[in-house]
């Protein structure tokens, strides 16, 4: 799987896939304390910033459907030069620490609204991208979906996620 920049990536291994679904104790332990954590605040942003957002084009709109995204009039994308990042110093490290708001995240999902930085705005692959991470939501659950994404951040890092492989490989063209 190749990633933005060139990178190469080795695809996850049965055997790594099937450890996701039963993390060590030491990973469980760490998600659950976190979890209620990254639930609020990936609330408190989206309902910040949803009512800034424009609605996805009629386009777009198609694109989300054709992705699995439920109820794409819902969806909110809000165009920001900075990314809004958590006030908890534990989860403001955890951020950082996978990537979130270094110079080159160009887009995210929070809940129903798509963060884009401008120089990314106009790319129908980085929107392509966030809208699979919401159609991720929409079939696994809020919840669940947060719990996944935090297992494979920790366990396989952000280049080697399957959420993330699975978004790279559905965007399309850049």
């Known amino acids: 799987m190749a990633l933005p920049g060139c990178m190469i990536v080795r ?6 896939l099937s450890a996701l679904d039963n993390p060590p ?4 332990s760490k998600v659950a304390q976190l979890l209620p954590k990254v639930e609020a605040w990936y ?4 309902i910040q910033l949803a009512p800034f957002g424009r609605p996805l ?10 992705l699995g995204v439920a109820e794409p009039e819902k969806v909110r994308v809000v165009v920001l030069d900075e990314f809004p990042m958590p006030k908890d110093e534990q989860l403001l490290g955890e951020a950082k620490k996978h990537g979130l708001g270094n110079w080159s995240e160009g887009g995210r999902s929070n809940g129903r609204v798509v963060l884009l930085k401008p120089r990314v ?5 980085v929107l392509r991208h966030e809208l699979v991470h919401l159609a991720q939501q929409d079939r696994m659950g809020r919840t669940a979906f947060l719990r996944r994404y935090l297992i494979e951040l920790e ?3 952000y280049a080697r996620s399957p959420l993330e492989l699975e978004a790279y490989a559905r965007q399309g063209a850049h």
């Open 121 to 125: 705005a106009q790319s129908p692959a």
């Open 155 to 157: 366990m396989m890092g």
């Open 43 to 46: 609330s408190e942003v989206e």
């Open 57 to 66: 084009t009629a386009e777009e709109a198609r694109t989300a459907i054709e």
């Open 11 to 16: 695809n996850p291994t049965p055997q790594e």
């Open 25 to 28: 104790f030491e990973v469980q």
